[in-house]
């Protein structure tokens, strides 16, 4: 008997199942895909690290 894997949606934490037919995966729906998007657009999701310099500041260590 094959175990049926699923996870929970990222944004709205419903239950997925993890196979070829869950089009949105990880996410539960197109809606929820776009919401986390949009969140990673926005900078509220960010991955900690060093704050790197803008394009439009000088670099300093090339002076």
């Known amino acids: 008997m094959k175990q049926i894997t699923s996870?929970?949606?990222p944004?709205?934490?419903?239950?997925v199942i993890w196979n070829?037919?869950?089009k949105w995966r990880p996410f539960c729906s197109e809606r929820c895909k776009l919401?986390?998007?949009?969140?990673?657009?926005s900078e509220s999701?960010?991955?900690?690290g060093q704050e790197l310099p803008?394009?439009?500041e000088p670099d300093d260590d090339k002076h």
Do not use: F, Q
Request: proline letters at 8%.
């Open 7 to 9: 996870v929970s949606c």
């Open 11 to 15: 944004t709205c934490n419903k239950d």
């Open 20 to 22: 070829k037919e869950s």
């Open 35 to 41: 919401i986390d998007l949009g969140e990673w657009a």
């Open 54 to 56: 803008s394009p439009m």
């Open 45 to 48: 999701h960010r991955i900690p």
